[in-house]
């Protein structure tokens, strides 16, 4: 038993003591969760415990300064916080807690477990902006990546190191499909971010996928949606920086940001809080850029020979794809997988609107003739659509169009192939080899 102190007891050892005066601020002013505090000149980003009285402590964030004092942001409820408390600076500022110690864990924003384990224990840090590293330090994208999905696989090929967006409205299935590319996805290492989701989802996710043999490769940050926008925030960036710091020791990470356009409403708040004015649809500039800064760190390093893959969820509010958030992801991603709602009424799952979705690296990946097949497949599907409604009504007479001809005789077998239980792993050669099998017959 007290073996299990030994590894806290070495990390207490090695660290230096500080004999430095504590410096506190006070509390001056609360307006909906942001702190206005005196005498205290901390760094944007730094971390501070708010003392509230004998028993009660309170964490904050600094997101700005203003007319000589400390703008925080609390990381949780102010109930009971009074004017004068103290504030104390904590950690360093702008770093995030990293490490294989993570792995298998289950952590909140702050890096501290949410499974019920023991605390962790790791000394390695990682800026939460990242490393700033040359345009060219980015190798392109050369190998193919298995997720696992047929219909991605064979249509929308992924390729390690790319950056892939999962766009729909609400109640599509982006979860879903999240879910099936994380049990038949291969990589070294996955980390997962749950930002902003409902707690319900948090804890199905973990228990389907930290109970398997891929558990000890697996870190979950999660966020739920009632938590403050800092520490969502805090959330996606402790991910981006776990599966940097795991790429930096040259390993194939996947990353999967389940939402990116939570953590855009996230950054949305704060800028609002801070004065910012809503200029694309109430969201202010800073937000957009929040987007943009965290899509940029994933991808192919040449220095360390790892990758992290991205995989990011994008809601598009009302299913509306000129969304602010839904357009600035698909012009910085490398790809994009649509879910189509209609689709999903039809019973097609995962709802993969194969016409609108693309993977720009897909011709740089795969073969000649699997490229062929996949541009076949799309037109056979996008015939098919564009004249459901003529065929439906029986208004189409066979022989006017041979392709529209095919894949009115293909369209169950075309819709078929799109079609994936949820917990079926296919891989991608199989995909490549029924695709072609399909198309041959």
Same mark, same amino acid.
């Given at each position: 038993?007290?073996?299990?102190?030994?590894?806290?007891?070495?990390?207490?050892?090695?660290?230096?003591?500080?004999?430095?005066?504590?410096?506190?601020?006070?509390?001056?002013?609360?307006?909906?969760?942001?702190?206005?505090?005196?005498?205290?000149?901390?760094?944007?980003?730094?971390?501070?415990?708010?003392?509230?009285?004998?028993?009660?402590?309170?964490?904050?964030?600094?997101? *700005?300064? $203003?007319? %000589?004092?400390?703008?925080?942001?609390?990381? /949780?409820? #102010? +109930? =009971?916080?009074?004017?004068? @408390? !103290?504030?104390?600076?904590?950690?360093?500022?702008?770093?995030?807690?990293?490490?294989?110690?993570?792995?298998?864990?289950?952590?909140?924003?702050?890096?501290?477990?949410?499974?019920?384990?023991?605390?962790?224990?790791?000394?390695?840090?990682?800026?939460?902006?990242?490393?700033?590293?040359?345009?060219?330090?980015?190798?392109?994208?050369?190998?193919?990546?298995?997720?696992?999905?047929?219909?991605?696989?064979?249509?929308?090929?992924?390729?390690? *190191?790319? $950056?892939? %967006?999962?766009?729909?409205?609400?109640?599509? /299935?982006? #979860? +879903? =499909?999240?879910?099936?590319? @994380? !049990?038949?996805?291969?990589?070294?290492?996955?980390?997962?971010?749950?930002?902003?989701?409902?707690?319900?989802?948090?804890?199905?996710?973990?228990?389907?996928?930290?109970?398997?043999?891929?558990?000890?490769?697996?870190?979950?940050?999660?966020?739920?949606?009632?938590?403050?926008?800092?520490?969502?925030?805090?959330?996606?960036?402790?991910?981006?920086?776990?599966?940097?710091?795991?790429?930096?020791?040259?390993?194939?990470?996947?990353?999967?940001?389940?939402?990116?356009?939570?953590?855009?409403?996230?950054?949305?708040?704060?800028?609002?809080? =801070?004065?910012?004015?809503? @200029?694309?649809?109430?969201?202010?500039?800073?937000?957009?850029?929040?987007?943009?800064?965290?899509?940029?760190?994933?991808?192919?390093?040449?220095?360390?020979?790892?990758?992290?893959?991205?995989?990011?969820?994008?809601?598009?509010?009302?299913?509306?794809?000129?969304?602010?958030?839904?357009?600035?992801?698909?012009?910085?991603?490398?790809?994009?997988?649509?879910?189509?709602?209609?689709?999903?009424?039809?019973?097609?799952?995962?709802?993969?609107d194969i016409a609108a979705s693309l993977s720009r690296v897909m011709n740089d990946i795969v073969s000649?003739?699997?490229?062929?097949?996949?541009?076949?497949?799309?037109?056979?599907?996008?015939?098919?659509?564009?004249?459901?409604?003529?065929?439906?009504?029986?208004?189409?007479?066979?022989?006017?169009?041979?392709?529209?001809?095919?894949?009115?005789?293909?369209?169950?077998?075309?819709?078929?192939?799109?079609?994936?239980?949820?917990?079926?792993?296919?891989?991608?050669?199989?995909?490549?080899?029924?695709?072609?099998?399909?198309?041959?017959?």
């Amino acid at each position: 038993m007290l073996n299990l102190f030994d590894p806290i007891l070495r990390e207490l050892s090695a660290e230096p003591i500080d004999l430095a005066p504590r410096r506190y601020g006070l509390v001056a002013a609360c307006d909906n969760g942001l702190l206005e505090v005196s005498g205290l000149s901390i760094p944007v980003g730094a971390m501070c415990r708010v003392v509230n009285g004998r028993n009660s402590t309170l964490s904050a964030e600094v997101i *700005g300064f $203003r007319n %000589g004092r400390t703008l925080m942001m609390m990381l /949780g409820d #102010s +109930v =009971l916080l009074r004017p004068g @408390a !103290r504030v104390y600076p904590e950690g360093r500022p702008g770093m995030l807690p990293v490490g294989a110690a993570f792995l298998g864990r289950a952590v909140d924003g702050e890096g501290l477990p949410i499974d019920g384990g023991p605390p962790i224990q790791v000394r390695s840090e990682w800026p939460s902006g990242g490393l700033r590293t040359s345009a060219l330090d980015r190798s392109p994208v050369r190998e193919s990546f298995d997720t696992g999905v047929r219909s991605l696989n064979a249509l929308t090929t992924f390729g390690v *190191g790319q $950056r892939v %967006g999962v766009m729909a409205g609400s109640g599509v /299935g982006k #979860s +879903v =499909l999240i879910d099936m590319i @994380a !049990r038949g996805a291969q990589a070294e290492v996955i980390v997962v971010g749950l930002i902003g989701e409902r707690a319900r989802e948090v804890s199905d996710f973990v228990e389907r996928h930290m109970h398997d043999e891929k558990r000890h490769r697996t870190v979950v940050v999660a966020v739920p949606a009632d938590h403050a926008p800092n520490l969502r925030l805090r959330g996606a960036m402790l991910a981006t920086s776990m599966a940097e710091h795991f790429r930096a020791q040259g390993k194939k990470v996947l990353l999967i940001l389940d939402s990116l356009t939570r953590v855009a409403h996230a950054a949305r708040e704060i800028g609002l809080l =801070l004065g910012e004015p809503g @200029a694309a649809r109430g969201y202010p500039p800073s937000a957009l850029a929040t987007i943009t800064k965290l899509v940029e760190r994933a991808g192919n390093s040449a220095a360390s020979g790892g990758s992290i893959t991205g995989l990011y969820t994008v809601l598009a509010d009302g299913d509306n794809q000129d969304d602010p958030v839904v357009d600035t992801a698909r012009a910085i991603l490398d790809g994009h997988i649509v879910l189509n709602r209609a689709l999903a009424q039809r019973g097609q799952y995962p709802a993969v609107d194969i016409a609108a979705s693309l993977s720009r690296v897909m011709n740089d990946i795969v073969s000649p003739q699997h490229q062929k097949l996949a541009r076949e497949f799309r037109a056979l599907t996008a015939s098919y659509e564009a004249n459901r409604d003529l065929v439906l009504m029986g208004a189409y007479r066979p022989g006017a169009d041979p392709q529209l001809d095919r894949a009115i005789a293909m369209n169950e077998l075309l819709t078929a192939f799109l079609c994936q239980i949820g917990g079926e792993v296919i891989d991608l050669d199989t995909s490549a080899a029924q695709l072609a099998a399909l198309l041959s017959s």
